[in-house]
């Protein structure tokens, strides 16, 4: 996670002027964008950063959505089962949220570096200015 806050971090300080992304897409390696479906870069931006204070605030903002009057009179042997299942199911939570951070981060990084390709392409003699 603390991988994802610095990457968006990084891209909202070098990112100064998200137009520039209008109209350009995402370079994948010798692979021409699709005419339709994808999103440009300036969207993909904006989408960025509206998931940002999300996972800042985490599952806080979520109503808490638990059972109530579940029943309290369980054996043992359920409440076993209870826990084992408990885990599974935070494990492959904890697993998809770990794969869509870190997908989040690779596309918060490859974004920054195409911003930063745009700026030298437009005034390739001054260099990147260091924020």
């Known amino acids: 996670m603390e ?12 990112v ?7 109209g350009v897409f ?3 390696e ?23 204070p999300v996972v800042e605030k ?5 109503n808490d959505q638990s ?8 054996s043992s042997d359920d409440a076993d089962t209870m826990d084992t299942q408990l885990e599974e199911r935070l494990s492959h939570h ?10 989040l981060t690779r596309d918060t990084n490859a974004l920054t570096r195409r911003y930063s390709q745009i700026l030298e392409q437009i005034s390739p003699s001054e260099g990147q200015p260091s924020w």
């Open 94 to 103: 904890l697993a998809g949220l770990q794969q869509v951070l870190t997908h």
């Open 67 to 74: 059972p109530t009057g579940a029943n309290t009179d369980t």
């Open 58 to 62: 985490g599952l806080a903002s979520v």
């Open 3 to 14: 991988q994802y806050f610095l990457a968006t971090q990084k891209m909202e300080q070098e």
């Open 26 to 28: 995402p370079q994948q």
């Open 16 to 22: 100064m002027f998200p137009s520039l992304l209008r």
């Open 30 to 52: 010798g692979v021409a964008p699709a005419a339709g479906g994808h999103t440009d870069l300036y969207e993909r931006y904006q989408l960025l950063k509206a998931i940002k």
